[in-house]
């Protein structure tokens, strides 16, 4: 089966650090990837992480570990335009197809504040 | 470039009507994806096509649902006939699947449907 974790809502201040979580288990794994959706837009690709570590772009980091089936999204500086949702997606195979699709999770609605 | 390209951005349609759902993917683009996103559900793949063809379509709500990509610059997907349930924001994707790291998927603007 697929599973992909994230807490349904987070505040936080303007200024200030937050840190996304996501766990996921999926029959299998190849790359995780990090959206922003802000509201009535589409999703907008963040970042993506295949091995274990840090991946630094500006004030977003994204982290990984596949043994733990573990990736969090650390949001640095926080600005009032980061208010939006954050999709933890994880690319699966698919099934014996050659091919891959992501498996989405359901998303962290962020709200930055004053 | 001009980004995925969806119409309408909006449709209000009555229960047992029929709705057609239109996307153009990014030119060079080969992979293209239908979504549904719901509040209680999130965003749920519908269908994947690949150089046109259907590769995965096991996300199909059921057999009032149908897509089809009869070239690679077009895609529609059609429901028939529409029920409140359907109501949702559709987005369509695109990619290129080279089958390396970065076929990051490129979502546009969505269709905002409602079905009363």
């Known amino acids: 089966g697929q599973n992909i974790d994230q807490p349904t809502e987070m505040t936080a201040t303007e200024g200030a650090i937050v840190q996304i979580n996501c766990t996921y288990q999926?029959?299998?794994?190849?790359?995780l990837f990090w959206y922003q959706q802000h509201a009535g837009e589409a999703p907008t690709f963040l970042s993506y992480?295949?091995?274990?570590g840090l991946e630094e772009k500006g004030r977003f980091s994204s982290f990984l570990s596949r043994s733990k089936g573990y990736s969090y999204l650390l949001l640095k500086e926080l600005q009032m335009k980061d208010s939006a949702s954050y999709l933890c997606a994880v690319r699966d195979e698919l099934g014996n197809t050659g091919f891959q699709k992501l498996v989405f999770g359901t998303g962290t609605r962020l709200l930055v504040s004053p | 470039d001009a980004g995925v390209i969806q119409s309408p951005r909006h449709e209000v349609t009555e229960m047992g009507q029929e709705v057609t759902l239109r996307c153009k993917p990014i030119?060079?683009?080969?992979?293209l994806f239908w979504y549904r996103q719901t509040m209680m559900r999130g965003l749920e793949l519908l269908i994947y096509f690949n150089n046109n063809v259907p590769i995965d379509d096991s996300g199909m709500p059921e057999d009032r649902f149908s897509a089809k990509m009869p070239n690679a610059s077009f895609s529609t997907l059609k429901i028939q006939p529409s029920e409140p349930r359907d109501s949702a924001v559709y987005f369509c994707a695109s990619s290129l699947a080279s089958g390396g790291a970065w076929d990051t998927q490129y979502f546009g603007p969505g269709t905002r449907l409602t079905v009363l």
């Open positions: 999926t029959s299998g794994f190849n790359g």
């Open positions: 992480n295949v091995l274990d």
């Open positions: 030119s060079g683009h080969n992979s």
